[in-house]
């Protein structure tokens, strides 16, 4: 037995002189859950749509269950894809509809009314097998879509953005049902999203893709905490620049000229943006104790509920701070922001 | 997917039996039609082959085929004008009234347009002659007090047209209507504009580019028509239409039709382009 | 101070009375050849005259007796039912490929499949019949046949199924088809199990509009038949040229009928349809 459900290997795709999928190499291995992350127009989709066969490939390989079949249409390929729309058959029950893969693979009619069962239940769908998709909301439509391509058990499960059209306390339940079942059922899975929230919750593995191409895959903890570049760092959670140059050696806000900076190695002169995530500031008198300190004028607060959140300026650059207690300064004067030095990501 | 070579004839392949019937059986015969226009006519056979612009001189020379190419632009534009009004203030109104009437008012305006033009003809037909509806009503009802007859006027023939034409411009306009917001009707009246001033400076300006289809709809439908004004109007009002058929079924005479047919497909293209222009002309006035 | 407001010239009570008398009198305009007509029918005179004095089914019982008319019925219905599945299939396809494929010189291809529609009926038929007047298949001569009749008819059919089934593909989600292919279903087998029921639809509208329109065309068959081909509008227009009577009257009402026979079918099935999903 093959220990890799997919293997994508350099793969490309243009369209004109657009380069949609540029060189893309990614293995999932069985049962993993592997989320391709990024913004849109980074080419998620078409990477899915090559894998699901409804677009073909320029150059490259993919293999299926360690078999190639990137020459093969949709139909011959053992994948199943959960669509952002649901597509689910309109004129066809929530029963037929899970039913109509099984069909496909001729599997006798007694095991196929065992198996669409089975599915319904575990997308908790029980009862409403003679619906018609019109009669369902749009999150059932989306666990019958689940559901149908499930009962096929396909090399691999292609989710592509599914979640994207729910309202976002539906979103939420539906992402711990699908790490539920996929903790349950261990099935493997490409996942496509731009909501980076999703990506981490669910994912074994995140692939963030930018322009066509893969730029970095790890786990979810390493690309949040150790992103192999700015954009990923800008794009995985929430982070404030702040831009300064390095003159002689030490760290120069150009607004306030005011900069602290402790670096472990020195960096030569020039210009450089720092990122600090909003939970890593200490604001007033906490910053005190921080080896890196600058000072900056406070704007406003918002309270959040567990926490307030503090909108500073340093010079032109935004910094947010967030801490459970709300600042006794008021708006306009000047507050100090501190934070560790494992806190913050430099890049040139 | 299925090999590059298959999925670039499939198309075609699909789009044959159309691609044939408009070639073959409508491409064809229009360059036929063409050619014929410049054949010349003996008076035994249909055609005989030439090149003569004999018969094209005749739309100038002919006093009867000068005056029906009047008669048609005339009753096309008298009669799309009179229609325009009326599906215009048809569909105003199914707009402006509540939702439960409307598919009432939908299926009177589709009324004309399901039933056979030749239907229609018969039913007027019936309206306008001194034994008709409209005669015996008004007598009846002590208005008149001689019997009239309104058969083979002008009149009549404008009655029978507009009803054909008038249910494609009203779905034109009503179509129109539906896609503007009916609260800049209520700001304006809210602003106090009088509701004339309302329909001048709010809701023509809007509709006009569909007024203008809608128009053109009306005109070249009337245009091309033949057996409305034929068999409700007097014996003067003949339209291009009714010579074209003259000329075939009656006289035989094959090239004098055809070039009678490509004035009416010119003055049709003309229309439409027409149409087009004024459209754009607007649009790039207004955004 | 706010401005002085003039109360307008023609107050909203007098405006909705303008209004009222308008519509009143359009529904009138629509209804009365329509009612004539069918009063008509039912007359029991041997002349088109009013007041109407004797109620008879006479002319029903003639014109079901009169091996002319309901040959011209016949006709009729052979045609409109050729011509409904000529411009449907020719339609359906193109349309097909039309919204699936791209195409070059797609541009030029729609205006050709829709130019006709804008020709004038007359223009279409002289054409035609020009053109096929002396061609004969196996001594089979096309002038005057049913197949030239529906050909001419599905000029002005072909185009409407067209423009009506490349909206109903358009409206079809993609991903439909992707999801069916995807769990396996081959391409031909997609089209007739997922595709034909989702455009059911408009599949039967294509076929009964093309019906209508070919049943209530009179111009291009005045062309384009003969005697033994000749259509129930051609008696109908012979008729009236000639001697009008109640005769007329009733293929009127047998003509409209057979129309909004389709008409009901459409809505029939477009009712089954909702329920089968709203339930």
């Known amino acids: ?348 | 997917m299925t090999g590059p070579k298959r999925s670039r004839l499939a198309p075609w392949l699909l789009l044959t039996p159309a691609q044939i019937l408009a070639v073959v059986f409508f491409g064809v015969p229009a360059l036929y039609m063409a050619r014929m226009s410049v054949n010349a006519h003996a008076p035994q056979s249909y055609f005989t082959p030439g090149f003569t612009f004999e018969n094209y001189a005749r739309l100038t020379h002919d006093p009867v085929i000068a005056g029906a190419i009047w008669n048609t632009i005339w009753l096309a534009l008298i009669g799309s004008a009179v229609t325009i009004v009326l599906a215009y203030g048809f569909a105003l109104i199914v707009w402006l009234k509540p939702a439960r009437w409307r598919l009432w008012f939908i299926g009177l305006a589709l009324l004309p347009l399901l039933i056979s033009e030749i239907a229609i003809i018969f039913g007027w037909w019936m309206v306008f002659p001194r034994n008709g509806l409209l005669s015996v009503a008004l007598m009846s009802s002590g208005l008149i007090t001689d019997k009239i007859s309104l058969t083979y006027t002008e009149g009549a023939a404008l009655v029978g047209q507009v009803y054909i034409t008038l249910p494609y411009c009203f779905f034109i306009l009503l179509s129109v209507f539906d896609g503007l917001d009916r609260r800049v009707l209520e700001a304006a009246l809210d602003l106090s504009a009088p509701p004339l001033t309302t329909l001048y400076e709010v809701l023509l300006p809007q509709t006009r580019a569909g007024l203008l289809a809608a128009f053109a709809q009306a005109f070249i439908w009337t245009m091309g028509t033949y057996a409305t004004p034929m068999a409700l109007g007097p014996d003067t009002l003949w339209t291009l239409g009714f010579l074209i058929q003259a000329q075939m079924l009656g006289k035989h005479h094959w090239p004098m039709a055809a070039a009678l047919s490509m004035v009416l497909v010119v003055g049709v293209a003309l229309v439409v382009l027409l149409t087009r222009w004024l459209q754009l002309q607007q649009r790039s006035f207004h955004v | 101070m706010s401005d002085a407001l003039r109360a307008p010239r023609i107050g909203p009570r007098l405006l909705r009375a303008i209004a009222a008398v308008f519509t009143l009198s359009l529904v009138a305009y629509i209804l009365i050849p329509v009612l004539v007509t069918l009063a008509m029918s039912f007359s029991g005179a041997a002349q088109l005259r009013f007041p109407i004095r004797s109620w008879s089914l006479g002319w029903y019982a003639e014109f079901a007796a009169s091996p002319q008319w309901t040959g011209a019925l016949i006709n009729s219905l052979i045609i409109a039912t050729g011509t409904a599945v000529m411009s449907s299939v020719a339609g359906v396809a193109a349309a097909y490929a039309y919204t699936r494929y791209t195409l070059r010189f797609s541009t030029l291809l729609y205006v050709l499949l829709m130019l006709p529609l804008f020709m004038p009926g007359i223009v279409l038929g002289l054409g035609v019949a020009l053109t096929f007047s002396r061609f004969s298949i196996g001594g089979y001569s096309l002038l005057g046949s049913h197949l030239l009749v529906m050909i001419a008819h599905s000029l002005w059919a072909m185009p409407l199924v067209f423009l009506l089934m490349e909206a109903v593909f358009r409206m079809i989600d993609r991903r439909v088809i992707e999801a069916a292919q995807d769990l396996g279903c081959p391409p031909l087998r997609t089209f007739f199990e997922i595709e034909v029921p989702m455009i059911s639809t408009g599949l039967i509208s294509s076929l009964l509009f093309a019906f209508v329109i070919s049943l209530n065309e009179f111009v291009m068959v005045l062309f384009l038949t003969d005697r033994d081909t000749q259509t129930l509008p051609v008696l109908m227009w012979l008729g009236l040229r000639s001697a009008a009577t109640p005769q007329i009257a009733v293929a009127s009402v047998v003509i409209s009928l057979s129309v909004f026979a389709c008409l009901s079918l459409i809505m029939v099935w477009y009712v089954r349809q909702l329920r089968k999903i709203t339930r």
């Not at chain 1, 439509?141 to 592509?160: E, G, N, T």
């Not at chain 1, 066509?212 to 800008?234: L, R, S, W, Y």
Request: aromatic share 6%; net charge negative.
């Open chain 1, 1 to 348: 037995m093959p220990q890799t459900a997919l293997d994508l290997d350099h793969i490309c795709r243009n369209y004109g002189p657009v380069v949609a999928v540029d060189d893309v190499s990614l293995t999932v291995a069985k049962g993993e859950f592997v989320t391709l992350l990024g913004p849109s127009g980074a080419g998620k989709t078409s990477t899915l749509r090559l894998i699901g066969g409804f677009e073909s490939i320029d150059s490259g390989a993919i293999g299926l269950n360690g078999g190639r079949v990137d020459h093969l249409p949709p139909y011959l390929r053992d994948t199943a894809t959960i669509f952002q729309s649901g597509a689910l058959f309109p004129h066809k029950t929530v029963a037929e509809n899970v039913a109509f893969g099984l069909r496909m693979r001729r599997i006798a009619k007694a095991d196929i009314a065992v198996r669409v069962a089975e599915a319904l239940a575990v997308v908790r769908l029980q009862g409403l097998e003679d619906r018609y998709p019109d009669q369902l909301s749009g999150g059932q439509k989306q666990r019958v879509a689940l559901a149908r391509s499930m009962a096929v058990r396909p090399a691999i499960l292609l989710f592509d953005e599914p979640l994207s059209a729910l309202d976002l306390s539906l979103r939420l339940q539906l992402r711990s049902e699908i790490k539920r079942l996929h903790d349950e059922i261990g099935f493997s899975a490409i996942y496509v999203t731009h909501d980076q929230g999703e990506a981490m919750a669910m994912s074994d593995r995140v692939a963030v893709m930018r322009s066509g191409k893969i730029e970095q895959t790890d786990c979810p903890e390493t690309v949040f905490n150790a992103a192999a570049n700015e954009f990923i760092h800008t794009f995985v959670g929430e982070t404030c620049c702040l831009t300064f140059r390095i003159e002689g050696g030490r760290g120069v806000d150009p607004a306030t000229g005011t900069l602290d900076l402790h670096l472990a190695q020195p960096l030569p002169d020039g210009a450089y943006r720092l990122y600090l995530r909003p939970s890593q500031p200490s604001l007033g008198q906490a910053a005190q104790a921080m080896p890196n300190r600058v000072i900056a004028r406070l704007g406003f607060v918002a309270f959040l509920g567990e926490k307030y959140r503090h909108h500073l300026m340093a010079g032109p650059c935004e910094i947010v701070g967030d801490q459970p207690g709300a600042l006794t300064a008021e708006s306009g004067a000047d507050a100090l922001i501190g934070w560790d030095s494992s806190a913050m990501r430099i890049f040139q």
